[in-house]
């Protein structure tokens, strides 16, 4: 487990070198890519609701399980 996480962490410190000190690469973006990239921004959003939605029964089953016993609990101290 160790390991993974030194390599993660390499991993994530290069990406940042690689950010900040790139080069000036004097590149054109057109409109279709910021485009893109906000429709990939919006399927993520969709994705991660649709998720939710799938599994909210399951949700709701474990948090109630977890916080039932809490009221019972109180009420048989008093």
């Known amino acids: ?3 993974r996480f030194n390599v993660s962490m390499l991993f994530v410190l290069l990406t940042v070198w ?4 790139a080069p000036p690469a004097y590149a054109y973006i057109d409109a279709g890519t910021g485009s893109y990239l906000f429709q990939l921004l919006i399927a993520g959003l969709f994705a991660g609701a ?3 939605k799938m599994f909210w029964k399951s949700i709701k089953a474990f948090l109630k399980s977890r916080f039932s016993g809490l009221g019972k609990r ?3 101290d008093e």
Do not use: A, K, S, Y
């Not at 690689?18 to 000190?21: D, I, N, P, R, T």
């Open 1 to 3: 487990m160790r390991r």
């Open 50 to 52: 649709f998720m939710i």
């Open 74 to 76: 109180e009420e048989d």
């Open 18 to 21: 690689g950010l900040v000190f």
